[in-house]
């Protein structure tokens, strides 16, 4: 069975800086996929982060993102990481990843076969 999972949320302040992991086991061409990251907030809509073409190695961002995430990926460990700079309130959310592949459409991913359950990054003032 292909698992997902998220880990590496918490609390920071505005200004701080996480790193989000995405790992997923039981796919066996892990580099072959794309990555999607997703986040959504308390009474807000589920928005795309990024994301991660395999074939090309490349990433594309939401604007609100650009120049503060960045992903990069150990395909070793099967784990896609979401490095998060300066991050504000406004990025507080639960971020989750998903796995595909079907193509990204800029930095959506709107077809994924597999996703975890997230994780909760609180941003405070």
């Known amino acids: 069975d292909v698992q997902v999972e998220e880990s590496g949320g918490g609390l920071v302040q505005a200004g701080g800086s996480l790193r989000l992991s995405c790992t997923a086991s039981g796919i066996p061409t892990f580099s072959e996929v794309n990555i999607g990251w997703f986040r959504q907030a308390p009474g807000k809509e589920r928005e795309a982060v990024s994301c991660?073409?395999?074939?090309?190695?490349?990433?594309d961002y939401a604007d609100s993102m650009k120049g503060r995430f960045t992903v990069s990926s150990d395909n070793a460990k099967n784990t896609v990481y979401l490095h998060m700079n300066n991050l504000k309130p406004e990025d507080t959310a639960v971020y989750y990843c998903?796995?595909?592949?079907?193509?990204?459409?800029?930095?959506?991913?709107?077809?994924?076969?597999?996703y975890g359950r997230g994780t909760q990054v609180t941003v405070s003032s």
């Open positions: 991660t073409r395999a074939d090309e190695d490349s990433t």
């Open positions: 998903a796995t595909s592949y079907y193509a990204c459409s800029g930095f959506v991913l709107y077809e994924y076969d597999y």
